[in-house]
């Protein structure tokens, strides 16, 4: 059949219009924030914020899932720092993925894999422990999808690896229990006994805290810490801790326990060993929930450094501006105060945790 002119001009445009529509449609394929595979299989992201940047043009409507892996519920911290990410995620109306590791290192890695699988949109997470991260770290980047960490730290020499650390210093914390202790006994004679009550082996803030204390108080040889044991961040177990500390040393002074449950659990064992908290021993110790504030305002609980456990709306926030493709700090840092037993008993009625 012989084309005319303008049988010609018909058959060209529709070719365009055709390919026009092709083109248009590959585009918003490899841009759909789910489909973060395809997307770093065409072009191969070099982190995962720039892989995140394409789940930016999802439609603005699409609701985030993030997944939070949590360490446990070992302590009252704990409990309040759930709860504040729970909140807070649903006030964003984000979905929340949320587990619960039982304080074991393969149950986070296990849940921040299935979260992976699952294409959420963040991962977060308090690791159990500093180090061992990297294998995981690294099949969520090649992922796509961007990690937040929050409370703890890890070790990893690649911070490309996660967007940023979202929690306390403490290291500063350590130092500021060991600051108290050095100014009251800065004219003492002879030597101060103190045991030690560590968090979790191996984690964050049971590495820092131990150094920072241990920086400050060797301004005072007479400061000697004579035991250190871990009490798992727990009550139970800092109960345990403590009644084998009175039962192998004659003469204890002070006890520095990485937590306010630790401490609980020790107050315990001082008690039904006959001597009062507080006084036959000074007791210092980290977080600042409503039950260690209760027993410093009864004076069992001389000094406590706070550490906050409310991190959900600034986790909320910095998981919207990773998914705007905004630049965020990689280090934000939580402010905190101290309390004496004086000042705790005065705080009790605000304390929200
Ligand atoms: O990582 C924060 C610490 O973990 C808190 O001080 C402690 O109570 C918790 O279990």
Redesign the pocket.
């Known amino acids: 059949m012989k084309l005319t002119r303008k049988m010609g001009i018909v058959l060209a445009a529709s070719v365009l219009l055709l390919f026009t529509a092709a083109c248009g449609s590959g585009g918003s394929g490899s841009g759909s924030g789910n489909n973060t595979s395809g997307g770093s299989a065409e072009a191969p992201a070099n982190s995962a914020a720039e892989a995140k940047s394409e789940s930016a043009e999802a439609p603005a409507d699409k609701k985030v899932t993030l997944g939070f892996a949590q360490?446990g519920a070992?302590?009252?911290?704990?409990t309040a720092n759930t709860t504040s990410i729970q909140d807070s995620a649903k006030e964003a109306g984000f979905d929340l993925k949320f587990s619960d590791a039982q304080q074991k290192q393969e149950n986070q890695i296990k849940a921040i894999r299935t979260y992976i699988q699952q294409k959420v949109d963040v991962i977060a997470f308090?690791p159990v422990v500093e180090s061992g991260w990297d294998t995981v770290l690294k099949e969520a980047k090649d992922a796509g999808i961007p990690v937040i960490l929050t409370?703890?730290a890890v070790d990893s020499k690649d911070t490309s690896l996660y967007e940023t650390f979202i929690?306390?210093d403490?290291v500063e914390e350590g130092r500021r229990a060991g600051q108290w202790l050095v100014d009251k006994y800065k004219d003492a004679a002879g030597d101060v006994n103190i045991v030690e009550l560590q968090?979790?082996t191996g984690?964050?803030?049971a590495n820092d805290r131990k150094a920072g204390f241990a920086e400050v108080i060797k301004s005072n040889p007479n400061l000697k810490v004579i035991a250190s044991q871990t009490g798992d961040?727990t009550r139970a177990k800092g109960k345990e801790v403590m009644q084998a500390f009175l039962k192998a040393n004659k003469k204890i002074d002070v006890l520095y326990a990485?937590?306010?449950?630790m401490a609980l659990g020790a107050i315990q064992a001082i008690e039904a060993a006959g001597l009062k908290p507080g006084e036959d021993i000074v007791i210092i110790s980290?977080?600042g929930v409503k039950d260690g504030f209760t027993a410093a305002s009864e004076g069992k609980i001389n000094f406590i450094v706070e550490?906050n456990?409310l991190l959900g709306p600034q986790l909320m926030q910095a998981v919207r501006d990773v998914l705007d493709g905004k630049e965020i700090p990689k280090r934000i840092v939580t402010v905190e105060g101290v309390f004496t037993s004086e000042e705790a008993k005065k705080e009790l009625p605000n304390r929200k945790y």
């Open positions: 360490v070992e302590s009252g911290w704990r308090s409370d703890r929690g306390s403490f968090g979790t984690s964050a803030p961040f990485h937590n306010d449950d980290i977080d550490c456990p």
